[in-house]
């Protein structure tokens, strides 16, 4: 191969520009594979992973509008009413999260008008 390139140097670019893609490639989807909700790899530990994104994080590879996902920082997750109906005793750790910080915006929001 070094030979091939020795002879062919106008090649090398070419090589190296096809190197850069494929790599590039294969890294994007190993941190997708990781890191994104839609994609499930171990079915048994966690079997629904979208129903644990938090309100206000974005979850697009591009969003055109950042500041929706910010304004909703504050909001209560319209899932803690179907939360709040199961026995506490019941909850997975991410539910009771869920529900507590749910109660503190609560208690912000009431504040806040209190204070206006």
Not at 35 to 43: E, H, I, P
Not at 86 to 112: C, F, G, S, W, Y
Request: glycine share 6%; no cysteine; charged share 25%.
């Amino acid at each position: 191969m070094a030979t091939f390139l020795a002879k062919n140097v106008a090649l090398v670019p070419l090589f190296v520009a096809v190197g850069l893609g494929l790599g590039g490639g294969i890294g994007f989807g190993i941190h997708y594979l990781k890191n994104n909700q839609d994609v499930v790899l171990r079915k048994k530990s966690n079997p629904d992973p979208w129903n644990k994104v938090p309100q206000d994080n974005n979850t697009k590879l591009f969003s055109f509008n950042p500041d929706f996902w910010r304004a909703r920082a504050q909001l209560t997750d319209p899932r803690l009413s179907f939360m709040e109906s199961k026995p506490e005793n019941e909850r997975t750790l991410h539910e009771q999260a869920m529900v507590e910080r749910a109660k503190q915006i609560r208690m912000n929001d009431k504040e806040r008008t209190i204070h206006s």
